[in-house]
């Protein structure tokens, strides 16, 4: 009985992995090598905690809004404005299918997320890290992750 339970909460476990989590670590060592850190004056702390308060470190999460469009991604990127998702009006402004940005390989999102940063606003585009991350200490995101 207990073997059997156990097997069955390791199963949930790599469903819940391969469901689209990453590891904050293993997240900011791809936004380093992505050139993120002090990317129009954000810190990888800033990045982090925009991807928890987002999606929770989820990259296939997909949310949808009350005006009938979604947000994508571990960084909850609206189809309205930044990527097409053939169902809604949208004006895919970093010209990518929304389905991209739930992939494993981040490239296109943090591609996408690179132009909305840029863009007038900066990281303020996101309502959740306006209200969570904005002016507030950060370092701890960081903590245990060693970047080399």
């Given amino acids: 009985m207990m073997r059997a339970l156990l097997i069955s909460l390791v199963s949930c476990l790599v469903a819940i992995n391969q469901a689209g989590l990453i590891n ?6 791809v936004l380093h090598e992505e050139e993120l850190d002090a990317f129009e004056g954000y810190s990888l702390s800033d ?15 997909v949310n949808e ?6 947000d994508y991604g571990i960084f909850q990127i ?3 404005y ?3 998702d053939h169902q809604s009006h949208s ?3 970093c010209h990518v299918d929304c389905q991209e940005l739930l992939s494993p390989n981040l490239l296109s999102t943090i591609n ?3 132009k909305i940063v840029s863009s007038a606003g900066g990281m303020r585009n996101w309502a959740a890290w306006r209200m969570h991350c904005a002016d507030r200490p950060l ?3 960081m903590t245990g992750c060693h970047l080399g």
């Fill in 24 to 29: 904050r670590c293993d997240l900011a060592k």
């Fill in 47 to 61: 990045w982090l905690c925009l991807a928890f308060v987002e999606s929770n470190f989820n990259i296939s999460k």
């Fill in 65 to 70: 809004n009350t005006d009938g469009s979604f």
């Fill in 78 to 80: 609206n189809s309205r």
């Fill in 82 to 84: 930044w990527c097409n």
């Fill in 91 to 93: 004006e895919n402004i």
């Fill in 112 to 114: 996408c997320a690179k």
């Fill in 139 to 141: 370092s701890y995101w």
